[in-house]
Each structure stands twice: as structure tokens, then as C-alpha cells.
Nanobody, 119 residues
Framework: QVQLVESGGALVLTGGSLTLSCAAS????????MGWYRQAPGKSRELVAT???????NYGDSVKGRFTTSRDNVKNTVYLQMNSLKPEDTAVYYC?????????????WGQGTQVTVSS
């Protein structure tokens, strides 16, 4: 069984910065793409950022230029550095990973961490 555990969510002021972390643990062969999605109240889940095992990144339009994702393949951890935060960034942020196990490949999700940006 694979677990993704996020940390780093907090209440911050507009213009502030925050770093989220997500560590994968359990029994698996390899972690392929990792990333972050978010869901605000009353809205659908949206892409924030993804990063491949080879460090190729992709960002949602609303966060380009402000957020940066990175990963440590030894620690099986993905990070999200968020700068110039805005109230509209307020959401639950979910860690995502495409993980290969002996049963095959599948998508795993973390439990979510709350980010609140106050004006």
C-alpha cells in the first residue's frame, strides 16, 4: 500500500510565501509523475503543477511564474514553493503521484492540506 503525506499548509497573508511537501511511503517499484492539485470551496479540482521523474514540469495557468515544483527522487518527496500568494490561491492542496507497484501502475492521492491566503 502506498501513502502520500502532505505537510506545510498554513494561513498566510497576501503576497506571502509557503512551501508544501509531500512524501511517498509504502511498497512500490517506482514513482513516475508527481504533482499538486487544489480544490477551493464550490469549485472542481484543478491542476497546480506536475513534475516527471526526469524533472519536466507543467503548471496551471493561474500559478505560472509564482509557484515552483521540485522533487527529490531519493526521498520520494515532491515540493511546491508558492510565492506572491493571492486570496484566490486559498484551497485544499492535494499531492498526486503515479506509482508503479507489482500490481501495476496507479494514481495515488494525499489527504490534502489547507492553504488559506488572507487579505
Amino acid at each position: 500500500q502506498v501513502q502520500l503525506v502532505e505537510s506545510g499548509g498554513a494561513l498566510v497573508l497576501t503576497g506571502g510565501s509557503l512551501t508544501l511537501s509531500c512524501a511517498a511511503s509504502g511498497s512500490f517499484i517506482r514513482i513516475d509523475t508527481m504533482g499538486w492539485y487544489r480544490q477551493a470551496p464550490g469549485k472542481s479540482r484543478e491542476l497546480v503543477a506536475t513534475i516527471t521523474r526526469g524533472a519536466r514540469t507543467n503548471y496551471g495557468d493561474s500559478v505560472k511564474g509564482r509557484f515552483t515544483t521540485s522533487r527529490d527522487n531519493v526521498k520520494n518527496t515532491v515540493y511546491l514553493q508558492m510565492n506572491s500568494l493571492k486570496p484566490e490561491d486559498t484551497a485544499v492542496y492535494y499531492c498526486y503521484a503515479r506509482i508503479a507497484t507489482i500490481q501495476g501502475a496507479g494514481d495515488s492521492w494525499g489527504q490534502g492540506t489547507q492553504v488559506t491566503v488572507s487579505s
